[in-house]
């Protein structure tokens, strides 16, 4: 079984003729992504499916990186075995994802919004039982922040993941905080 990838941002394009790659990452400020790391660069759309697919490139290896400019979410690499501006082109719109086990554990009041997917999320309801709102299925992104996929009896809705939302996350369930307007009409 293979081990669970994570999504860290996609590949923008090439940056010179030596293979260089642009790569705009959802957390510039992360320090996963350096030299000697393993990444796995896979055809949008694809997911962090387990196993090598028809458009994952494999694992490829960090040569070197250079740190985003101030207030840039864009990083310039290196990695192994693309050595052209032609490789590089190659790999444009590719997801990047590292293996779950790379990324640092958050600390006790953190979390990763990845981690969150497959569990629950419930309303408190005051004097009764949590109201069920559905299973997050998945992350998505408006452009402007996260949202959380959620599915409800065949409905998705996106719910933020603000804290202003998201109450706690508590024996793997997420509580959440939410107008009755943001959520389906089917439930």
Do not use: C
């Not at 010179?16 to 990452?25: N, S």
């Not at 990186?65 to 501006?85: C, I, N, Q, T, Y």
């Amino acid at each position: 079984m293979s081990e669970r990838l994570v999504l860290l941002g996609y590949v923008a394009g090439a940056h010179g003729v030596r293979g260089a790659l642009r790569v705009k990452l959802h957390n510039a400020t992360s320090s996963t992504l350096e030299p000697g790391v393993a990444l796995h660069l896979r055809t949008r759309g694809a997911g962090a499916k387990e196993g090598a697919g028809d458009g994952d490139a494999g694992e490829i290896k960090i040569l070197s990186r250079f740190a985003p400019k101030p207030g840039s979410d864009m990083v310039r690499m290196w990695l192994e075995g693309v050595d052209s501006r032609e490789g590089a082109d190659a790999l444009r719109g590719r997801e990047v994802f590292v293996p779950r086990a790379a990324l640092p554990e958050p600390e006790d009041d953190e979390y990763y919004l990845d981690d969150l997917v497959g569990l629950p999320v419930v309303r408190e309801r005051e004097g009764g039982e949590p109201e069920s709102l559905g299973t997050i299925t998945g992350l998505s992104s408006n452009g402007l922040q996260d949202l959380l996929v959620i599915r409800l009896r065949g409905a998705e809705w996106l719910l933020p993941a603000l804290p202003v939302f998201i109450v706690a996350i508590e024996a793997q369930r997420v509580v959440v905080d939410v107008h009755d307007d943001m959520l389906p009409e089917s439930r």
